[in-house]
């Protein structure tokens, strides 16, 4: 395959917002953990992310696929499709959404990107497209991109004409090698700080996070005190997993 057209169409797929996020509890409001106050921060994740998605030069279409009203609503404002989630876990998601963007045009680089990504700039995205093209027209079929820590993924893309084939959850980097997919070249911080846990959140946050998240952290440590009496400062709480 030589010549691959610089275009993506990209799959986001959005947990129920109560559902999602679950290790980062507490993040939003110094340790409260009420549910509204969670429910803003894994929101604002998700729109910092499809709005970088959204601004990318190389990215033609994004599809995110949900079955959360709030999301649809405050998502679709950005000017992206939202889909219904079929119900069949992360992966059968993502298979839903890349057979709904390959029934669209069959000729254009489809992938897979998490929504947890507040720290993505367009240009890196940009970037992985433009490296995947290329590895595309050497003839490789899918190509990912781990995340920091080296164990899971953030995006996955296949050529042209190329089934998706996900392998999201646990360690996805390594399902993703042994399914044939390479690893994409290349230095994107953003791209590669998913955001799972309140140090993950922090370390985005030093990166540079996007409006909704920035919103989010400036409303949580301008609270007086956040939690009960004893509770760590802001920014200084670290969650238990779930």
């Known amino acids: 395959m030589v010549g691959v057209t610089l275009r993506a169409d990209l799959v986001v797929p959005v947990k129920p917002l109560p559902k999602a996020k679950t290790r980062l509890r507490g993040a939003a409001d110094g340790g409260v953990g009420e549910l509204g106050a969670h429910q803003r921060l894994a929101l ?14 190389t990215v033609r279409r994004v599809l995110v696929i949900s079955s959360d ?3 649809a609503m405050e998502v679709g404002a ?3 499709e939202v889909v219904t989630d079929p119900g069949r876990g992360l992966n059968g998601a993502l298979r839903h959404g890349a057979a709904l963007l390959r029934s669209a045009d069959d000729d254009v680089i489809i992938g897979a990107l998490q929504a947890d990504l507040p720290a993505l700039r367009p240009a890196e995205l940009d970037d992985a497209v433009t490296i995947a093209a290329r590895l ?8 990912f991109q781990p ?5 899971g993924t953030t995006l996955l893309l296949a050529a042209p004409g190329r089934r998706l084939d996900p392998h999201f959850g646990g360690a996805s980097a390594a399902a993703h090698r042994e399914s044939g997919a390479v690893v994409l070249p290349g230095v994107r911080p953003g791209l590669r700080r998913d955001v799972d846990t309140v140090t993950d959140l922090d370390e985005a946050v030093r990166l540079g996070v996007g409006a909704w998240t920035r919103a989010v952290i400036d409303a949580r440590d301008a609270l007086p005190q956040a939690g009960p009496a004893g509770s760590p400062p802001p920014g200084a709480l670290r969650c238990p997993k779930v």
Do not use: K, N, Y
Not at 136 to 143: I, K, M, N
Not at 147 to 151: I, L, S
């Open 44 to 57: 604002a994740l998700a729109r910092d992310t499809v709005a970088a998605a959204v601004a990318a030069a």
């Open 69 to 71: 009203p709030a999301v």
């Open 78 to 80: 950005l000017g992206v």
């Open 136 to 143: 595309f027209g050497s003839g490789v079929h899918r190509a």
């Open 147 to 151: 995340d920091a820590p080296g164990e």
